[in-house]
């Protein structure tokens, strides 16, 4: 049986834009639905809140993983607005074949500037040639992504921030609704369209 190894990707970007608002495209699903092309989410930034993106099968298939796309699900372990959060017990569940996973994202910001610096960091721990595979192909893609987040930021897209949660807040769950439902500024300028 193979031994497993460490697996890591870490990129960067620089971003015109408060910290709170780079880090609150990773949670608002209309800005995950443009900046990385998610066709669901559901993110819930705050401590044991679900962090759920799914993507379209891709129309091509990978050599040793099959169509791309599938579900990326783990749970938020820490968030702090405007710094960072981190995703842990995380998995991959592709269209086709079984789960890649655990993992970990961390996602932090630094202000540099008038910009936020962001970076991604992903980690895993797995053995075999679709682990090697799912990385070399993570990589490429996390610098895509973080392209496509500066521009949609920079060209004034509205994120909606969520709300931090309240001390006294006994049932964080009750608020899921407020938290994944679109802002009513977003759906007036969807009426508009």
Known sequence: MPTPDDFSTAHE???????????AAFFDPVALSAWWLATGSVTVPQPLGVYAVEW????????????LGGTFHGTVMEHR???EFFVA??????PEGPPLGPMALQVTSKIEGPATR?????????????????????????????????AYIEAGQKITVAPAPRATDKKPMARIRELI???????????RS
């Open 13 to 23: 970007e620089l971003i015109t834009a408060a910290p709170e608002h780079v880090l």
């Open 56 to 67: 379209a099968p891709t129309p091509f298939r990978d050599e040793i993983l099959g169509p």
């Open 81 to 83: 607005p405007a710094r």
């Open 89 to 94: 017990n995380a998995f991959w569940l592709p």
């Open 118 to 150: 962001v970076r991604v960091y992903q980690s895993g721990r797995g053995a075999g040639e679709r682990w090697d595979r799912y990385y070399n192909v993570i990589g490429p893609g996390w610098v895509t992504s973080l392209r496509s987040l500066k």
């Open 181 to 191: 439902t679109p802002s009513r500024a977003v759906n007036r300028t969807r009426r």
